[in-house]
């Protein structure tokens, strides 16, 4: 019996450490396991006496984002819900000719699902001419993206199928809950996978091969300040069948050195990183340079295409920067030290007050 209640209690403790939310707190940390029950309406009281179901779900600012790649091209994928407005977005960029085709819709935000997690429901957005559906299959533990972007403005018609395949149970990738305050934080669920699919630009046929292409999934939701502001890069690469990938952020967390989401991804292995500081020059075109406090991280990001987004109303402003480009340095781990080559990926520099 005393056998038979030690086991009940480490399976408790171990669904607690993976609840996000325990008893309307937030559970901070991060993990190299998913966390489940995203359910940010569980908190108690973020906003004090305004923290009523739909002040929490109107403040609640939720996406999910995929950076896909191989030896040719760069795709990124986002399904986003300010609830203010919703974006859904594709970017398609050929490094080896340095095209782009950039496809962007302004909708309302009920017309966008985003689930509660990623292993959790489906994110859709369907219009006449663009669709987008994102499903992980729980028995197959596959990861599916579909997109079709059809008489889009004068842009070519688009389609692209990719899977990739993501274990939680024996695949690492990285999830953490940031606190901004004592009742207020966000979640993320990052991770980095090898990939298959095929990419379709009018009548031109282009396959990704599980042995040179990768995708970085994320998952993101949270009670963040007004204004939300932050820093951001991710990349990755496969070399020789292997995959290695780095996702560093700069946030409003409140203490970073504890609280962040930093972390280089090893062929299925999650490596935690410190916190870092960016240097970002005004011009955003110019190098960014990532380091933290130790010298384990040095790196520069160079863009190379750029991607912004503004706006200015009297209810909302947003200055967003999320250029395209190459990050080249080192990043030391306690075990070994990375050279980051030539790495393709991108940054954001984000502002959004409202």
Known sequence: MTFFLLIVMSENKQIQKNLLILNGEFNTGKYTFPLVDIDFMKSYKPFGIFSSKAIKNFKLKEWQAFQVGNEKFFILIAIYNAKTMGIVRFILFD???????????????????????ILEGEAEYSSADFKLHTKYDVLKKKIDIKISITDFKELPNIKFNISA????DTDQSISACIPFSKTTAMYSHKGLCSATG???????EYAFDNTNSFLIFDDHKGFYPNPMVYNWVTAAKTI????????????????PDKYNENCLWENGKTHFLPAVKFSI????????????????????????????F??????????????????TGTIKTKDKTFEILEFFGMGEKKYIKG
Do not use: M, R
């Open 165 to 168: 395949n993501y274990n939680p």
């Open 95 to 117: 490094k080896e000719t340095g095209e782009k085709l950039f496809y962007e819709k302004k909708v309302f935000p009920k017309s966008l699902k985003i689930p509660h997690s």
């Open 310 to 327: 503004y706006l200015n109303l009297l209810f909302l402003k947003a200055k967003y920067e999320g250029p395209l480009g190459i990050i």
């Open 198 to 204: 095929l990419l379709n630009i009018e009548e031109e």
């Open 240 to 255: 020789d069948g292997k995959t290695l990938g780095l996702n560093l952020t700069e946030n409003q967390s409140v203490n």
């Open 281 to 308: 020059p005004k011009d955003i075109n110019e190098k960014w340079y990532i380091k933290d406090k130790d010298g384990n991280i040095d790196l520069c990001f160079t863009p190379i295409d750029h991607n912004p």
